[in-house]
C-alpha cells in the first residue's frame, strides 16, 4: 500500500507497518511493527517519523533509516 508522509494526508485504513521506502530507494525501518489506525497522519520531522493520530495525540517511533538496493518488482531494467 503506497502512503503519503506529508503530515496532512490521513490514512483510509487500518495499516500495519513495519518500514516506510521512499521514491528515492531510501527507507526507514521501525523499531517495532506500529499499527495506523484509520485519520492517522504520518511525516518526517527532523529525519524522524512523527504520527499524529486522529485524536491530535503525537508519537516518534524509534527506527533507522537504511538505503535499499537493488531493482524493484515491476520497473524496467
Do not use: K, N, Q, Y
Not at 17 to 35: N, Q
Not at 59 to 65: E, F, I, K
Request: with cysteine; aromatic share 6%.
Amino acid at each position: 500500500m503506497r502512503l503519503v508522509a506529508d503530515g496532512i494526508t490521513p490514512t483510509s485504513r487500518l495499516v500495519l507497518v513495519d518500514a516506510l521506502e521512499t521514491d528515492s530507494g531510501h527507507a526507514f525501518e521501525l523499531a517495532s511493527p506500529l499499527f495506523l489506525a484509520v485519520g492517522d497522519r504520518i511525516g518526517f520531522e527532523d529525519g524522524r517519523l512523527v504520527v499524529v493520530r486522529a485524536d491530535g495525540d503525537r508519537m516518534t517511533p524509534a527506527g533507522d533509516w537504511s538505503t535499499r538496493c537493488g531493482l524493484r518488482a515491476g520497473r524496467p531494467r
